[in-house]
């Protein structure tokens, strides 16, 4: 007789869905009706679609990071490139929409960075690269983890829905 | 993609693995679908960027650095256009190249899936 392989394994607070081969088996083994066990199933996915969003969220959110930083990155790559040459690096900067005025940036030892919560701190030019450096690389790991937690959030939606459909059955 | 509600097959546990891979395969093919758009927009971008370059007389280029644009002399600009388009044309050979092959598994799949399940499962696109 069939039985349902339970790889209820968890992930990050995610529970995972049970596998269901055999629906009566599952039925017994739960202790469930088909109408309770269905519900069962439908609020998972419920849940599970509130913690997609979430991801999905958390996801736009590095994705828009991470090329701010790779810009930053420039940006101190290039000072320190023209600190090697005592040429003053001349550049047009915003002030406003649509408005532009010159800056002359004299050779630079060290930059100000913006840390967030209205917190600018000054670090040489070596420092700021190497702080930059290591948030462009925790930025892109938490996205590798978050879209690996992504892909098994799927899997358990697709499991669910298959265990819907065979309770339908 | 849907699973339908055939009644004769039973779906195994190596049959919902490869339903979860074929999903995730196709989630990824739309991810690159995307991706390889921007990266060929971008390759484009660069390509007029060299071409009105090449037309420009003034000596002094502002190239875009972060937010700001810094005064580049015009040989230095070309350089790094030429860097950037070498850097976004492997790119977009990386992203073709993985857009394959994920096309290739996902027809080895629906191979198997559709060998089992048939009608009972729907595995094209709405």
Known sequence: MASSSLSTTERRGIPGAQFVEDVETYLTQSGLDVNSALSFLQERLQQYKL???????????????????EKCLDVVA???AKKGTAEALVADFEV???????????????V?????????????????????????????ASLEVLVADLQFLRDQVTITQEAQNASKR | MQQGGGSEAEVTW?????????????????????EVKIAKETNENLEDASNELILTDEEVVRFQI????????????????EQMKEASSKNLEKLEEEKDSVLAQMSELKKILYGKFGDSINLEED
């Open chain 2, 14 to 34: 190596e049959d919902q693995q490869n339903i979860n891979k074929f999903g995730r395969l196709n989630n990824r093919f739309h991810e690159l679908d995307d």
């Open chain 1, 78 to 80: 290039t000072l320190q």
């Open chain 1, 112 to 140: 100000c960075l913006w840390l967030g919560a209205n917190v600018m701190l000054e670090y040489s030019c070596e420092e700021a690269t190497a702080l930059l450096q290591k948030n462009f690389n925790n930025a892109k």
């Open chain 1, 51 to 69: 913690v997609e969003m979430k991801f999905l969220a958390q996801q736009r959110d590095l994705q828009a990071k991470i090329p701010d930083i």
């Open chain 2, 66 to 81: 972060g937010e700001v644009f810094a005064h580049v002399p015009k040989e230095e600009v070309e350089t790094r256009i």
């Open chain 1, 96 to 110: 406003s929409q649509g408005i532009y005025s010159r800056a002359c940036i004299e050779a630079a030892d060290s």
